[in-house]
Structure formats: structure tokens, C-alpha cells
């Protein structure tokens, strides 16, 4: 027999684990609310039954006050799942099972997990689970999604135990409930989830009310039944009254069924008690930063780097010299090279994305991502940006597409947009080469602090962006930060590997694909002219001309040449290849030639304002992929890239006015 | 009073929760009802959020939030 089942629970009440667990999927987990956004289906087998899973994302509520609410919401509302489990967090079992209630009053088969049993017990609390399943009327199976314990049980009783039964408030509440039932009566013939809807009339639920379309007669008579209600519970405000009345009930079955032992200091309040001190916390912040980059980008990360290098060239050497031994034409060379060259630099940089998603995993799932956020909220609300903002920015430092996935740590859309607009500004790991060369051509004595200038330029960027984007356009009074601090949990090796695993698939095979198209297409273009002959002066190809075309855009900014304009398009394939285009346009054909060439082409004035422009212009075409992949809007995504380009033409101009007005 | 004058560690139940009922939802949702006891744990260290102490478990929450809040003392 084919069902369905849906998994629903609060945000980080391991609804993913259990998915996981349940359908061998490889699903990303981590202990922070939210990181399901979007249900995810799977299948598994039980005695004679298929069962289709629907993870869904987590909530705290059955309203519609969030995406995940209404994701969640219209899936049970509109798919009819035959069954639910309800995942509830034993640790936190009060605000859990305020959920499992809405879900109950919905009248389908239902069966309650208690996750976190292991925990449970090294927390000294025990619940009684017998006594549990009595008073809600509902199976009430103790499970550790973690390690598998209950899981049987919980499936067995899925299958054989559920049934429609029906969890009765206070004769009350019932009583006003019976008398809206016969409003929904009144618009609605099918029976089912008759109980949830009178509910949610009672709670005033806005999009039901809109929904049914009640008439003005059955709105009246609904208002009185809500006046009464509030009245009866000595209330002023219906969504309290409503609230009250389940949290009451919960506290009465929470009394007789959960017994913990007073007065334990748990480990999650002395961690915190360093970690968010008032003097410690944000030094301490900055110090794991400090690590992690260390890390990462310093001699280990590098490390790594240089032999994937290494190895991409022996390789690329040895195709070439086939290819040459083969007689394969010149042409079929070229684009071979070319593809190689664009899908090796992305390569390279990927020890440096897995350390860093190693990183964040475990970030994610002991818990301090939340602490995190928590830290730095208030300093970039000066900015319009929130608090969680912070761990995409970041990961900018080392590649834009892998930052501009964590914006979905963000809740609010403009929050979350705001970021993705912003992020392409910390200059990434690629951008780095453009940097090195420049400094060394212009500013050979200030090197360093010539290259350290760029990046504290993406931040002075990201900071005046922050505030005019703020004014003007995301005027998001509406952000919050109302957000669960669970407790520390010890990241699993398993956990943390796969997550790893999976980003560095997923990043490898998506900007693989998008990296070698846009290596193929460069190549045709910077090979043929208009007329689709094969060329040898790239100042004749569809590129070069297209160029030329572009040069009168940067004549404010000081390098208005073809051969500038060129480099930079190219860059919007890879960043990394601004430099290497450099040294095709201008012929170089070593490093010294191409300094000397560059001496000749720039003031210093005029490098350091087309450093500039590259910091800021347009992310890569792998970036801008995420991000519309990520916003899930073309339009939004052709806004951003125009502002970022626009950011980066003004601030280019300024350096080179000003630049020139004081040197020269 | 509201939460947002109380000190930490101090103890107060809940009266009830004003504002915009997108907010006052979410917050009423997540457990601050009324009669239920609360403290705040700590303030961030630049003063905003605050992390408060409720049914067990840690929720944080900006200072505007917390003005919404009235309390009083047990």
C-alpha cells in the first residue's frame, strides 16, 4: 500500500536526521533553526507499505506568518498526507508540543516522536512517554533520530497503532469551537480538518478568513463567538486568549508526565558564559574568524592548493602534448587549452571551499552559529544588514558562490536579499592574482598594504552601500531577531564529512558545467570576428570589437583601452582570468613583458582605480548563477549585477579624479 | 512594566504582549503567554539582542521586542 507521510516538527527538532535515517538520503542538518528551507521528498519501505516522506520545514506554529508556515501549511492542507509524525524535541518539550496540538486538532492519523532521548537522559529528565500517549490521546514513541534507538518502534507504531482519534480542550473552548464548526459548516461540506479550521477562526487566522469568504452575517457571528471566547478566558487579545489556552493545557500534561531533577548547570550555560561574556564574547568571536582563516587561506590551505595546481598542469601539459603528437589542428588546441584552463582555476580553489564548509559545518551543528549572529547583530543594524549576516560575508573572503548559499540563513526576504546584494563586495579569493600583479607593477614597495587596501575598500563599500540600500531601497522595518539559542551539541564526524562532501560535489558540478560553457563561448569569441572566420588579432574578434564598442564607458575611470575592457569582461567568466587575458591582449609572453607592457599602458593612478573596478564590478558568471538561483528572480539578479557594476564605476572614477587631482 | 526595563536575572511572568501582530504572533507562538515566568539570561555585549530564559529553553530577542512585553514581578 502506497502512503504518504509528513514529517513536521519544530526548527531544529531533527526532522532531517530522521529523514535521513529513514530514506538514506544525504539531506544537509545542522543544530540551528531553519536549515531545511524547502520540503524535500524521499522513500522507504515498511512490511508491505511504500511510504513517500515529505520532510517539511520546520515550525513553531500552524499560522502564516512565515515561508516555512505556509510551505508547511499548504502541504497538509493541500496534498492530504494519510499520516504525520510530529517530531518534538525532548528537551524542549513545552513550546514542541504547542505544534503537536494544532496538528492534532487537524483529525488525521498522527504519531508523536520524542527526539533526543540520549540526551535526555544525560540531562536527568525523564518523560513519561505511557502516561504521554494517554493524555494526548495520540502514540507517543521516545526516539534519538542520532543514533537510530526508538526508530523501529516509532515506524511500527506509524503504521499499526494512528488513528483519528481526537484531543478535547476544556469544555470551554470546546463549546466555542462547536459553534464556529457550524460556520465552516456553512461554506465547507467535507468534514475534514473541520476542528483545525474552527480553530483557526477563533485565532482570527487571516488567510482562512480571506479563504472562505464569509459573509457579513457569518463574520458578525463569528466575532461574537470570539468576544465571548476572550471573555470567558479573561483576555483582551484573541491571539493570546488562543495561545493561552493550548499553552495551559500543555503546561497540566507537562506536570504529570515530565520529571527533571532542579538545579543542573548544563554545559551549554557554562560554554556560553565565555563564549557571549560581555568583554570575552566578541573577542573570542573574532579569534575563531581568526582561526579558521588562518586555516584555511593560510599554509594548509595553500598546501592543498598548490598540488591540485600541480597536478591540473602535469595534466594539461600531457593533453597538449598528445594532442600536438596527434596532429591535432591548432584550433582544437586553443579551445582545449582554454576549457582546461577556465575549469582548472575553479579546481584549484576547491581544498579551500572544503576547508571552509568543514568549518562552518561544525559552526552549524555544535551550535555557536546562532551565538554568532546573536553577537553581531546589533553592529551591522547600523547598516540595515541583521545579525546573521554575518556568516555569508565571511565565507566572501573566500568564494562569492558558496557565501551567497549561506544567505539562506537569512529569514526575511529583504534581509536575505540585502545580504546577496552586498556579499560580492568582500573580495573574494580570485580577485587576489589582479591584486598581486598590479601592486607589484606600480606600488612594488607598498605591496602589501596595497593589496590589504582592496579589501578593506570591499568593506568601506559594503558599509556605505549598507546604509544607502537601507534608505532607499529595502526600507525593512519589519526585521526581527527572534531566534532559538539551542544548546551545544558535539558535531558528528559522519554529519560533518557528508555535509562537506556534498557542498564540494554540488559546487564542483554545477560551476563546472556553467565554467566550462563559459570557457567554450569566451574562446569562439575571442577566436572568430562577426563573420564567423577564425582570426589571429584578437582586436578584430567579436570580443575586440565588442570592446572597442565599450571603451567610452571608462574613460572617467582613466583606463579607457580595448585591451582593459577586455580583460574585464573576461573576468566575468572567472576573476582569476583578468590577469591571464591581460597577457594574451597586450602579447606578453612572459612576466617581465607583460610588467613592462602594463608601465607603459597605466599611470599608477589609472592601475589603481582598474584594481578598484575589479574589486567591485560584476561577481563571475558562477556567482551571478547562485545568485539567481538563489533569489529565485532574473530581475532581481540583473538589479544587483547592475548596482554592483554601477558601485564599482563610480568608485573607480573617484580614484582616478582624486588620485589624479593629488599626484599629478 | 515591560521586559525591557527589567534587569537580568530577574524573574517575571508575563501580562501580556503588544505590537504589530505579525510580531506579537510569533512571540506569543513561541511561548511568552500569559503567567509564564521569564528572566533574561544576558545582553549581548554591545547591549542588543538580550537572550531570555523561558520553558526551558533559550530564546533571544531584540530590545524593541522586549518593550512589547509587559511583565511583572513574581
Given at each position: 500500500?502506497?502512503?504518504?507521510?509528513?514529517?513536521?516538527?519544530?526548527?531544529?527538532?531533527?526532522?532531517?536526521?530522521?529523514?535521513?535515517?529513514?530514506?538514506?538520503?544525504?539531506?544537509?542538518v545542522?543544530?540551528?533553526?531553519?536549515?531545511?528551507?524547502?520540503?524535500?521528498?524521499?522513500?522507504?519501505n515498511?512490511?508491505?507499505?511504500?511510504?513517500?516522506?515529505?520532510d517539511?520545514?520546520?515550525?513553531?506554529?500552524?499560522s502564516?506568518?512565515?515561508?516555512?508556515?505556509?510551505?508547511?501549511?499548504?502541504?497538509?492542507?493541500?496534498?492530504?498526507?494519510?499520516?504525520?509524525?510530529?517530531?518534538?524535541?525532548?528537551?524542549?518539550?513545552?513550546?514542541?508540543?504547542?505544534?503537536?496540538?494544532?496538528?492534532?486538532?487537524?483529525?488525521?492519523?498522527?504519531?508523536?516522536?520524542?527526539?533526543?532521548?540520549?540526551?535526555?537522559?544525560?540531562?536527568?529528565?525523564?518523560?513519561?512517554?505511557?502516561?504521554?500517549t494517554?493524555?494526548?490521546?495520540?502514540?507517543?514513541?521516545?526516539?534519538?533520530?542520532?543514533?537510530?534507538?526508538?526508530?523501529?518502534?516509532?515506524?511500527?507504531?506509524?503504521?499499526?497503532?494512528?488513528?483519528?482519534?481526537?484531543?478535547?480542550?476544556?469544555?470551554?473552548?470546546?463549546?466555542?469551537?462547536?459553534?464556529?464548526?457550524?460556520?465552516?459548516?456553512?461554506?465547507?461540506?467535507?468534514?475534514?480538518?473541520?476542528?483545525?479550521?474552527?480553530?483557526?477562526?477563533?485565532?482570527?487566522?487571516?488567510?482562512?478568513?480571506?479563504?472562505?469568504?464569509?459573509?457579513?452575517?457569518?463574520?458578525?457571528?463569528?466575532?461574537?463567538?470570539?468576544?465571548?471566547?476572550?471573555?470567558?478566558?479573561?483576555?483582551?487579545d484573541?491571539?493570546?486568549?488562543?495561545a493561552?489556552?493550548?499553552?495551559?493545557?500543555?503546561?497540566?500534561?507537562?506536570?504529570?508526565?515530565?520529571?527533571?531533577?532542579?538545579?543542573?548547570?548544563?554545559i551549554?550555560?557554562?560554554?556560553?558564559?565565555?563564549?557571549?561574556?560581555?568583554?570575552l564574547?566578541?573577542?573570542m568571536?573574532?579569534?575563531?574568524?581568526?582561526?579558521?582563516?588562518?586555516?584555511t587561506?593560510?599554509?594548509?590551505?595553500?598546501?592543498?592548493?598548490?598540488?591540485?595546481?600541480?597536478?591540473?598542469?602535469?595534466?594539461?601539459?600531457?593533453?597538449?602534448?598528445?594532442?600536438?603528437?596527434?596532429?591535432?589542428?591548432?584550433?582544437?588546441?586553443?579551445?582545449?587549452?582554454?576549457?582546461?584552463?577556465?575549469v582548472?582555476?575553479?579546481?584549484?580553489?576547491?581544498?579551500?571551499?572544503?576547508?571552509?564548509?568543514?568549518?562552518?559545518?561544525?559552526?552549524e551543528?555544535?551550535?555557536?552559529?546562532?551565538?554568532?549572529?546573536?553577537?553581531?547583530?546589533?553592529?551591522?543594524?547600523?547598516?540595515?544588514?541583521?545579525?546573521?549576516?554575518?556568516?555569508?560575508?565571511?565565507?566572501?573572503?573566500?568564494?562569492?558562490?558558496?557565501?551567497?548559499?549561506?544567505?539562506?540563513?537569512?529569514?526575511?526576504?529583504?534581509?536575505?536579499?540585502?545580504?546577496m546584494?552586498?556579499?560580492?563586495?568582500?573580495?573574494?579569493?580570485?580577485?587576489?592574482?589582479?591584486?598581486?600583479?598590479?601592486?607589484?607593477?606600480?606600488?612594488?614597495?607598498?605591496?602589501?598594504?596595497?593589496?590589504?587596501?582592496?579589501?578593506?575598500?570591499?568593506?568601506i563599500?559594503?558599509?556605505?552601500?549598507?546604509?544607502?540600500?537601507?534608505?532607499?531601497?529595502?526600507k525593512?522595518?519589519?526585521?526581527?531577531?527572534?531566534?532559538?539559542?539551542?544548546?551545544?551539541?558535539?558535531?558528528?564526524?559522519r554529519?560533518?564529512?557528508?555535509?562537506?562532501?556534498?557542498?564540494?560535489?554540488?559546487?564542483?558540478?554545477?560551476?563546472?558545467?556553467?565554467?566550462?560553457?563559459?570557457?567554450?563561448?569566451?574562446?569562439?569569441?575571442?577566436?572568430?570576428?562577426?563573420?564567423?572566420?577564425?582570426?589571429?588579432?584578437?582586436?578584430?574578434?567579436?570580443?575586440?570589437?565588442?570592446?572597442?564598442?565599450?571603451?567610452?564607458?571608462?574613460i572617467?575611470?582613466?583606463?579607457?583601452?580595448?585591451?582593459?575592457?577586455?580583460?574585464?569582461?573576461?573576468?566575468?567568466i572567472?576573476?582569476?582570468?583578468?590577469?591571464?587575458?591581460?597577457?594574451?591582449?597586450?602579447?606578453?609572453?612572459?612576466?617581465?613583458?607583460?610588467?613592462?607592457?602594463?608601465m607603459?599602458?597605466?599611470?599608477?593612478?589609472?592601475?589603481?582605480?582598474?584594481?578598484?573596478?575589479?574589486?567591485?564590478?560584476?561577481?563571475?558568471?558562477?556567482?551571478?548563477?547562485?545568485?539567481?538561483?538563489?533569489?529565485?528572480?532574473?530581475?532581481f539578479?540583473?538589479k544587483?549585477?547592475?548596482?554592483?557594476?554601477?558601485?564599482?564605476?563610480?568608485?573607480?572614477t573617484?580614484?582616478?579624479?582624486?588620485?589624479?587631482?593629488?599626484?599629478? | 512594566?515591560?521586559?525591557?526595563?527589567?534587569?537580568?536575572d530577574?524573574?517575571?511572568?508575563?501580562?501580556?504582549?503588544?505590537?504589530?501582530?505579525?510580531?506579537?504572533?510569533?512571540?506569543?507562538?513561541?511561548g511568552?503567554?500569559?503567567?509564564?515566568?521569564?528572566k533574561?539570561?544576558?545582553?549581548?555585549?554591545?547591549?542588543?539582542?538580550?537572550?531570555?530564559?523561558?520553558?526551558?529553553?533559550?530564546?533571544?530577542?531584540?530590545?524593541?521586542?522586549?518593550?512589547?512585553?509587559?511583565?511583572?514581578?513574581?
Amino acid at each position: 500500500m502506497k502512503q504518504t507521510v509528513a514529517l513536521v516538527g519544530n526548527p531544529n527538532s531533527g526532522k532531517t536526521t530522521l529523514f535521513n535515517l529513514l530514506t538514506g538520503a544525504k539531506q544537509h542538518v545542522g543544530n540551528w533553526p531553519g536549515v531545511t528551507i524547502e520540503k524535500k521528498e524521499g522513500m522507504f519501505n515498511y512490511e508491505e507499505h511504500e511510504i513517500k516522506l515529505v520532510d517539511l520545514p520546520g515550525i513553531y506554529s500552524m499560522s502564516t506568518f512565515s515561508m516555512e508556515e505556509i510551505i508547511s501549511r499548504d502541504f497538509i492542507m493541500n496534498e492530504h498526507p494519510d499520516l504525520i509524525i510530529n517530531i518534538v524535541d525532548g528537551t524542549n518539550l513545552e513550546r514542541n508540543l504547542y505544534l503537536s496540538l494544532q496538528l492534532k486538532e487537524l483529525g488525521l492519523p498522527m504519531v508523536i516522536a520524542i527526539n533526543m532521548i540520549d540526551e535526555l537522559k544525560n540531562k536527568h529528565i525523564d518523560i513519561d512517554t505511557k502516561k504521554l500517549t494517554k493524555l494526548l490521546n495520540t502514540p507517543v514513541i521516545g526516539i534519538s533520530a542520532k543514533n537510530g534507538e526508538g526508530v523501529r518502534d516509532l515506524v511500527h507504531s506509524l503504521i499499526h497503532e494512528t488513528s483519528t482519534s481526537e484531543f478535547k480542550y476544556d469544555e470551554v473552548t470546546e463549546e466555542h469551537l462547536n459553534q464556529i464548526k457550524k460556520i465552516v459548516k456553512e461554506v465547507k461540506h467535507d468534514p475534514t480538518h473541520e476542528k483545525f479550521y474552527a480553530f483557526k477562526l477563533l485565532e482570527d487566522d487571516e488567510l482562512l478568513i480571506k479563504q472562505f469568504n464569509l459573509n457579513k452575517e457569518q463574520l458578525n457571528r463569528l466575532n461574537v463567538i470570539q468576544e465571548s471566547f476572550k471573555k470567558s478566558k479573561s483576555q483582551n487579545d484573541i491571539d493570546m486568549a488562543a495561545a493561552d489556552t493550548r499553552y495551559e493545557v500543555i503546561e497540566n500534561i507537562t506536570k504529570q508526565c515530565v520529571t527533571k531533577e532542579q538545579n543542573i548547570k548544563h554545559i551549554t550555560e557554562k560554554i556560553d558564559r565565555l563564549l557571549l561574556n560581555k568583554y570575552l564574547g566578541i573577542p573570542m568571536f573574532f579569534l575563531i574568524l581568526l582561526v579558521i582563516f588562518l586555516i584555511t587561506f593560510g599554509p594548509i590551505g595553500e598546501y592543498f592548493m598548490g598540488l591540485i595546481e600541480g597536478l591540473i598542469g602535469i595534466i594539461t601539459e600531457n593533453i597538449i602534448e598528445i594532442l600536438i603528437s596527434l596532429n591535432t589542428s591548432n584550433w582544437l588546441i586553443s579551445l582545449i587549452e582554454a576549457i582546461i584552463n577556465g575549469v582548472g582555476a575553479i579546481l584549484s580553489f576547491m581544498p579551500q571551499i572544503m576547508l571552509l564548509f568543514l568549518f562552518l559545518s561544525i559552526l552549524e551543528d555544535s551550535g555557536y552559529i546562532s551565538r554568532a549572529a546573536f553577537l553581531m547583530d546589533q553592529l551591522l543594524r547600523k547598516i540595515g544588514l541583521n545579525g546573521k549576516a554575518f556568516i555569508p560575508m565571511l565565507m566572501g573572503l573566500g568564494c562569492t558562490v558558496p557565501a551567497l548559499m549561506a544567505t539562506r540563513v537569512l529569514e526575511t526576504e529583504d534581509d536575505k536579499k540585502m545580504t546577496m546584494v552586498l556579499t560580492p563586495f568582500m573580495s573574494c579569493s580570485a580577485r587576489l592574482p589582479i591584486y598581486a600583479l598590479i601592486a607589484s607593477v606600480f606600488f612594488p614597495k607598498h605591496k602589501g598594504l596595497v593589496i590589504f587596501s582592496m579589501y578593506l575598500l570591499g568593506l568601506i563599500v559594503i558599509i556605505i552601500s549598507g546604509l544607502i540600500l537601507k534608505k532607499f531601497v529595502f526600507k525593512n522595518s519589519g526585521s526581527t531577531f527572534i531566534l532559538e539559542l539551542p544548546p551545544y551539541r558535539l558535531p558528528s564526524l559522519r554529519n560533518t564529512v557528508m555535509h562537506m562532501w556534498e557542498k564540494a560535489k554540488g559546487f564542483l558540478t554545477k560551476a563546472g558545467t556553467v565554467i566550462l560553457l563559459g570557457s567554450i563561448v569566451l574562446w569562439l569569441f575571442t577566436n572568430f570576428n562577426f563573420s564567423l572566420e577564425m582570426i589571429d588579432n584578437p582586436e578584430e574578434s567579436i570580443i575586440g570589437v565588442i570592446g572597442k564598442a565599450m571603451t567610452w564607458i571608462f574613460i572617467p575611470t582613466g583606463f579607457a583601452s580595448w585591451e582593459a575592457v577586455i580583460s574585464l569582461i573576461t573576468g566575468f567568466i572567472a576573476k582569476e582570468s583578468v590577469v591571464s587575458s591581460m597577457a594574451v591582449v597586450y602579447g606578453a609572453n612572459t612576466v617581465t613583458s607583460l610588467n613592462q607592457i602594463l608601465m607603459t599602458k597605466f599611470t599608477s593612478v589609472e592601475a589603481y582605480a582598474f584594481m578598484t573596478f575589479a574589486l567591485l564590478y560584476s561577481p563571475c558568471i558562477a556567482a551571478v548563477g547562485t545568485l539567481y538561483k538563489e533569489s529565485n528572480s532574473a530581475k532581481f539578479t540583473l538589479k544587483s549585477v547592475l548596482f554592483q557594476s554601477l558601485v564599482a564605476w563610480i568608485a573607480a572614477t573617484l580614484v582616478n579624479v582624486i588620485g589624479s587631482l593629488l599626484f599629478m | 512594566m515591560t521586559l525591557f526595563e527589567c534587569e537580568i536575572d530577574q524573574e517575571v511572568k508575563v501580562i501580556s504582549v503588544e505590537g504589530i501582530r505579525k510580531i506579537r504572533k510569533r512571540l506569543i507562538d513561541m511561548g511568552i503567554t500569559t503567567n509564564t515566568k521569564l528572566k533574561i539570561i544576558r545582553k549581548a555585549p554591545l547591549g542588543d539582542p538580550i537572550e531570555i530564559k523561558l520553558r526551558g529553553y533559550s530564546l533571544s530577542l531584540r530590545m524593541d521586542d522586549a518593550k512589547k512585553i509587559k511583565v511583572e514581578k513574581v
